[in-house]
């Protein structure tokens, strides 16, 4: 089932709200932009993480320094899921905040 178009926006906002949190509370030195639906990570190397969301698409999207990955939402984990890999947007994250940052966050709860 198709999410509707204010069914995703909740669930982008809410992502990006607890995406804000733990960077918040992880005491690592970066810069937090949200506009416009767009959140922009920016750690204190140069390297960034922005998320933005593909409202025709119903996807939540990530560019990294690796890349750019695509998530879709799956309403039986209710977790934003990779849309090649079905790896989670909670592992990916641990991952290249490890890679881009050298830190070690939980984003579990995402």
Do not use: Y
């Amino acid at each position: 089932m198709s999410l509707t178009e204010a069914r995703f926006h909740d669930l982008v906002d809410s992502t990006q709200q607890a995406l804000e949190d733990i960077f918040d509370d992880s005491g690592l030195d970066v810069d937090l932009e949200n506009s416009a639906g767009v959140l922009t990570v920016k750690f204190d190397n140069g390297t960034q993480l922005i998320f933005s969301r593909q409202e025709p698409l119903r996807q939540l999207w990530l560019a990294a320094r690796s890349g750019g990955i695509h998530f879709d939402f799956d309403e039986e984990s209710s977790k934003w899921q990779c849309d090649k890999s079905e790896e989670l947007l909670g592992e990916i994250l641990a991952r290249l905040v490890k890679e881009q940052a050298d830190a070690e966050l939980d984003f579990d709860e995402i």
